[in-house]
């Protein structure tokens, strides 16, 4: 999973047919079916992580996976609880 460099267009999914998501962002392109992997938390639907690949997927270069959408919805799970902690002092 690379990041595209800083200042270089963001792949939509047009440039090849056989990638990309169909979505709000990239109508016309074929969806891809995405089953959550074996190990996920029971709060992990695949429609989450078709979302989490649609919407990252214009800043990545390589073309994500499930498991990259994983490990990005767990990141953001993860950043997410921390900045919602409340101060107990």
């Known amino acids: ?3 595209r460099a800083l200042g270089q267009p963001a792949r939509d999914g047009t440039e ?6 169909e979505s ?3 109508p016309g392109i074929m969806r891809v079916k995405v089953d959550v992997p074996d190990g ?9 992580l078709e979302e989490a690949i649609e919407v990252w997927q214009p800043y990545y270069e390589d073309e994500l ?3 990259d959408a994983l ?5 953001v799970a993860r ?5 919602s ?3 107990e002092t």
Do not use: F, H, Q, Y
């Open 1 to 3: 999973m690379r990041l």
């Open 16 to 21: 090849s047919p056989e990638k990309g998501l």
């Open 24 to 26: 709000r962002r990239t």
């Open 40 to 48: 996920a938390p029971d709060w992990v639907t695949a429609e989450l």
């Open 65 to 67: 996976s499930v498991e």
């Open 71 to 75: 490990e990005i919805t767990l990141s």
């Open 79 to 83: 950043l997410a609880e921390a900045v």
């Open 85 to 87: 902690v409340e101060d």
